[in-house]
């Protein structure tokens, strides 16, 4: 059983950048897409970044050249930095791994955004 533990979740005013962390319990050899879903109130949780194990990267439209996405698999780590935030990216931010039709969730962590 993969495990998956944010953070770096918190308060920020609009502008401002948050970096959050994803520790994986345990390396995945298989192909894999690792990223960050975000739940609103009152809206299906979203993909916000994706990175694939080859490399392929994607972005939510809102979030393309604000966020980035990234990966350090000799520390099992996967990574979402957030810049130039704004009220609309308050949310819970959630880290996701697929593999295959198996999906592994984090518990979440929560980002405010203040105006």
């Known amino acids: 059983q993969v495990q998956l533990v944010e953070s770096g979740g918190g308060l920020v005013q609009a502008g401002g950048s948050l970096r959050l962390s994803c520790a994986v319990s345990?390396?995945?050899?298989?192909?894999?897409?690792r990223g960050w879903y975000r739940q609103t109130p009152g809206k299906q949780r979203e993909l916000v970044a994706s990175?694939?194990?080859?490399?392929?990267?994607n972005y939510a439209e809102s979030v393309k050249g604000r966020f980035t996405i990234s990966r350090d698999n000799a520390k099992k780590m996967v990574y979402l930095q957030m810049n130039d935030l704004n009220p609309d990216d308050t949310g819970v931010y959630y880290c996701?791994?697929?593999?295959?039709?198996?999906?592994?969730w984090g518990q979440g962590t929560q980002v405010n955004v203040s105006s």
């Open positions: 996701w791994i697929g593999v295959g039709s198996t999906s592994y």
């Open positions: 990175i694939h194990t080859s490399g392929r990267i």
């Open positions: 345990k390396n995945i050899f298989l192909s894999n897409t």
